[in-house]
Every structure is written in structure tokens, then in C-alpha cells.
């Protein structure tokens, strides 16, 4: 069974630039969550879909991100404009059951 | 304010003995608890879970303890391997929320 998948794996940008994540869940996980870990501190929750719905975006930073997952399969976190505390760790994780996400290895974001 | 915290940012044990890795946390609205482990470049892996209704649970060589009334719980290995060495983190959340909160993680490293 294939893991959670995520592209790219880093992305360097400059401030003002977007930049689209991608992340791909397991099949059949209708729980989809974005994470954020910023310079080696906790992970912290972005949001939460099931299927195609948000569930939870409370831990969305700004309006600056956008979160979409059509037809419930894959996600996209799109951050535009860019700015240099963006840069992170974003990880993705689904899960079938609540609270036991399969993550995925991470996109090493740089803002520079 | 971090509901979350692994106060020993890192903790090195020779191989074969005990290694304690201590959490607390401040929201008494958890009941739910995991532990996360991580190897770098890979995402967090799951490692194991205690419903706030134990106060034990073990799994191989690993067991996590909880004690509500101080809002701590601890994960033992023993014995220790070097290939558990990694980034452990402990986490939180309520069984009614899908959000799961983070600590900032503690870097084992085991000493062969």
C-alpha cells in the first residue's frame, strides 16, 4: 500500500512569490490534515478536510493560504504571497480513524 | 501558549538501557494521547496511543504511562536500540476534535 505522498519535496522561493504544495493521501483515507513545523519547533496543525470539506481550518496563519482538496482525493496548499516566515516544514497526514495519521515525509519550504 | 511540552529538547542513553521520555500538558480537555517518532527527512511515524481512561499501555518495548491528575505521561523503551534514535513527539487531543496538538518533540539518541 503506498504512504502519503507529498510534492515538492523543497521549494525555495523569493518573498512575494506563490508556490503550490501538493500532497497526495492514501487511498480510501477520507481524513486529510496539514501540519506546519517551523524552525525545529512543534508541529502545528493548519487544517482539516473530510473528503472534499473543511472540517477544521482554525490553524490556517493567514488569508495568504489556501487549502483545497476537489473531489476528496488529493490536496493543495497554495501560499501567495509568500513571506519569509512561511518558510517550514509543511507535512500532510490522512487518516481513516480520528487522531492516528499516516504522515507524509514533509516540503521543506525556504522564503528567502 | 503551548498546550504541549517536552521540556528535555534532547536525551542520549547507551544502548540496551531505559529511556524516558517525559510530556506534560495544560489543557485537562484531552483524553487522547500519541506519540509520534521521526527519523530525519521522513515524516512522523506513529508510534502509540493511551486513551485517558488507562493509565498504562504497552506495546513491545514500548510503554506509555499517564497520570491525569498531573497531566503527564512518559514513554519508556527498553531496552534501548540505536535505531530508535530519532525525534519523539508526544501529542494531544480531544476524542470530540479532530485537531491533534503537538509538543515541540525530544532528539534521542542511543548510544551504541
Known amino acids: 500500500e503506498a504512504g502519503v505522498t507529498q510534492f515538492p519535496s523543497h521549494s525555495v522561493i523569493e518573498k512575494g512569490q506563490t508556490v503550490t504544495l501538493r500532497c497526495d493521501p492514501i487511498?480510501?483515507?477520507?481524513?486529510l490534515y496539514w501540519y506546519r513545523r517551523v524552525m525545529g519547533k512543534e508541529i502545528k496543525f493548519l487544517l482539516h478536510?473530510?473528503?472534499?470539506?473543511?472540517?477544521?481550518e482554525s490553524g490556517m496563519p493567514n488569508n495568504r493560504f489556501l487549502a483545497e482538496r476537489t473531489g476528496g482525493t488529493y490536496s493543495t496548499l497554495k501560499v501567495q504571497p509568500a513571506e519569509l516566515e512561511d518558510s517550514g516544514v509543511y507535512f500532510c497526514?490522512?487518516?481513516?480513524?480520528f487522531g492516528r495519521g499516516f504522515f507524509g515525509p514533509g516540503t521543506r519550504l525556504t522564503v528567502l | 501558549d503551548q498546550q504541549v511540552k517536552q521540556n528535555s529538547p534532547s536525551l542520549s542513553v547507551q544502548e540496551g538501557r531505559i529511556s524516558i521520555l517525559n510530556c506534560d500538558y495544560t489543557?485537562?480537555?484531552?483524553?487522547?494521547f500519541l506519540w509520534y517518532k521521526k527519523y530525519p527527512a521522513e515524516g512522523p511515524t506513529f508510534l502509540i496511543s493511551?486513551?485517558?481512561?488507562?493509565d498504562k499501555n504497552e506495546d513491545g518495548r514500548f510503554t506509555v504511562f499517564l497520570n491525569k491528575s498531573a497531566k503527564h505521561l512518559s514513554l519508556h523503551i527498553v531496552p534501548s536500540q540505536p535505531g530508535d534514535s530519532a525525534v519523539y513527539f508526544c501529542?494531544?487531543?480531544?476524542?470530540?476534535?479532530?485537531?491533534?496538538?503537538f509538543g515541540p518533540g525530544t532528539s534521542l539518541s542511543v548510544i551504541p
Open positions: 493511551i486513551s485517558s481512561i488507562k
Open positions: 489543557n485537562s480537555m484531552f483524553d487522547y
Open positions: 501529542a494531544a487531543k480531544e476524542t470530540s476534535y479532530d485537531k491533534v496538538i
Open positions: 497526514a490522512s487518516s481513516q480513524e
Open positions: 487511498s480510501g483515507h477520507d481524513n
Open positions: 478536510f473530510v473528503k472534499e470539506s473543511k472540517q477544521d
